[in-house]
């Protein structure tokens, strides 16, 4: 089955700063890349995904980047503010459309 | 638009009491369905995933089970809860398109004491 890892675990930056997370699957099949923020005590919710016909993504200050030949994906936060401060997930739905598997998520600390 | 609803959204269990969650999604039909738990500062632990009324997939061996008996409903279920299964339990629905996101609900997080 397919493999999803996503690196860092934990990261901080300076609020203004960039941040990058990074994630690689195993399973060249899957064919759908979403990412989620999670706050504390809440569900995951979807900030940006990726499909494979694609290789990058933006909306506002988020963006997503697609390598499929090496197989990985990574997340971009520019302008980081404190509000961005979370436990981000990757994940990658499988070529059977019915799982989705998930990176272990990195929480991200956003330093004002 | 769809929602996805949840409930309870708090729980406290004695160990070895019975346990049945909630989810119901509105706004689609014949939606794929989802149960996860994350223990504390964890990632997401697939416990089962729906594709129809009636069809379970288990993913992990365990004391927990789940059911749909209607479209949009999914129950997971406990005989007799274990100390370990406590833990913030996260009902999803996706589309059956392979390129469909996935949508999470707002959570149960239970205590097992």
Known sequence: GEN?????STLSVQEGDSAVIKCTYSDSASNY?????????KGPQLII???????????QRIAVTLNKTAKHFSLHITETQPEDSAVYFCAARAYTGNQFYFGTGTSLTVIP | SQTIHQWPATLVQPVGSPLS????????????????????????????YSVGIGQISSEV??????????????????????????????????????????????GTRLTVL
């Open chain 1, 4 to 8: 999803v890892e996503q690196h860092p």
């Open chain 1, 33 to 41: 890349f979403p990412w989620y923020k999670q706050e504390l005590g």
């Open chain 1, 49 to 59: 995904d990726i499909r494979s016909n694609v290789g990058e993504k933006k909306d």
């Open chain 2, 21 to 48: 969650l909630e989810c119901t999604v509105e706004g689609t039909s014949n939606p794929n369905l989802y149960w996860y738990r994350q223990a504390a500062g964890r990632g997401l632990q697939l416990l089962f």
């Open chain 2, 61 to 106: 061996p365990q004391n927990l089970s789940a059911s749909r008996p209607q479209d949009r409903q999914f129950i997971l279920s406990s005989k007799k809860l274990l100390l370990s299964d406590s833990g913030f339990y996260l009902c999803a629905w996706a589309r059956d398109r392979t390129t469909d996101t996935q949508y999470f609900g707002p």
